[in-house]
C-alpha cells in the first residue's frame, strides 16, 4: 500500500468514529422501536386538542339538513368544510357556538369565476353579474343548490 494512502486510513477510522457518535447522540429517543419512524411522536398527537366531528355527528343532531345535503349536488362536501370545526359546539349544542357562512365570497371561494380553474368541475358564476343585489342563500338553499327559494 502506499505510504499516502496509509496515513489516510486513521482518518478514515477517526470519521466513522465520529459519524457514529453524531449520529448516536441525533437520533430520537423510541426511533426504530416499531418501524422506521419516531414512536413517541404517536403520543405527541394524541395529546393534541381535536377540533373537528366528522359528518356522522352532525346527523344525529340534524337530520333535516343531513337528508337535504345527501340529496343534491353538495352531497360531497362534509358540513365543517361550510360550517367550519363543529367539537365545541356539539359540547355548548348553541348556534352561537357554530360558524353560519352567509357571504356571497363564501360561494366563491368554490364557484367564484377564475380562469385557473377548470369550470367543468365546479360550476363557475361571475360574482360581479350573477344577482348581485342578493345574497346567495336567499335564493339558493346552501344544502340543495337547486332547490331555489321563492
Ligand atoms: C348534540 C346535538 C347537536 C349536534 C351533534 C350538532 N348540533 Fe348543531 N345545533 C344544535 C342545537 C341545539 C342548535 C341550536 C338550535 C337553535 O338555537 O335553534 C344547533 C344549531 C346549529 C346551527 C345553526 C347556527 C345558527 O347560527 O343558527 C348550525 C349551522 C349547526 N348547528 C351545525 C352543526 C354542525 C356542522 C354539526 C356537526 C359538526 C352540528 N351542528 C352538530 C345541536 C347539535
Ligand atoms: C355548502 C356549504 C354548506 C354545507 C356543506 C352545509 N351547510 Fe349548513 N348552512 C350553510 C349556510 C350558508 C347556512 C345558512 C342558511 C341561511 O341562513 O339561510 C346553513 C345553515 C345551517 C343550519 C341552520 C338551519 C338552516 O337549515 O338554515 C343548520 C342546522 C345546518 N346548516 C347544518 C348543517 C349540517 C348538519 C350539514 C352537514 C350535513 C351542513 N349544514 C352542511 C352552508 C352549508
Ligand atoms: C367547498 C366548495 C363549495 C362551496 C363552499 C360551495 N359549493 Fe356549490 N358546489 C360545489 C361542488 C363540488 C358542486 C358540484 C359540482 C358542480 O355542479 O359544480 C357544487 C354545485 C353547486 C350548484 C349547482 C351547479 C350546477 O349547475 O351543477 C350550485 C347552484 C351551487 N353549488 C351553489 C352554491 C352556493 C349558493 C354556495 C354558498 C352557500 C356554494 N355553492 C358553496 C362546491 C362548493
Ligand atoms: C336572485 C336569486 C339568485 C341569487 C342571489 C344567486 N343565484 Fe345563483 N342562480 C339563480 C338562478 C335562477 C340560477 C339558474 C339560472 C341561471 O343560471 O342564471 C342560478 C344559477 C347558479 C349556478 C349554476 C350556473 C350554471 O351555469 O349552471 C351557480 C353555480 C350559482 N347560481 C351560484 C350562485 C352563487 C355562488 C351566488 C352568490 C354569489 C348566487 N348563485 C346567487 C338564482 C340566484
Not at 505510504?3 to 477517526?14: E, G
Not at 349536488?73 to 356539539?90: D, K, M, N, R
Not at 367543468?120 to 348581485?132: A, E, G, K, T, Y
Request: hydrophobic share 35%; aromatic share 6%; glycine share 4%.
Amino acid at each position: 500500500m502506499p505510504p499516502q494512502l496509509k496515513r489516510l486510513l486513521p482518518l478514515f477510522a477517526a470519521f466513522v468514529i465520529v459519524f457514529l457518535i453524531v449520529r448516536q447522540l441525533l437520533i430520537p429517543e423510541s426511533f426504530g422501536e416499531h418501524g422506521h419512524y419516531r414512536f413517541n411522536s404517536v403520543e405527541d398527537n394524541k395529546i393534541k386538542e381535536l377540533h373537528y366531528a366528522g359528518k356522522d355527528m352532525c346527523n344525529d343532531c340534524h337530520e333535516d339538513q343531513a337528508i337535504n345535503l345527501a340529496s343534491d349536488v353538495h352531497a360531497t362536501i362534509a358540513c365543517e368544510t361550510c360550517h367550519g370545526p363543529g367539537l365545541a359546539h356539539i359540547e355548548l349544542e348553541t348556534a352561537t357556538s357554530i360558524i353560519k357562512p352567509t357571504d356571497r365570497n363564501f360561494c366563491g371561494l368554490c364557484h367564484a369565476l377564475s380562469p385557473t380553474r377548470k369550470s367543468n368541475v365546479i360550476v363557475q358564476v361571475d360574482l360581479s353579474d350573477h344577482n348581485i343585489e342578493q345574497l346567495c342563500i336567499e335564493c339558493h338553499n346552501p344544502h340543495m343548490p337547486w332547490e331555489l327559494k321563492e
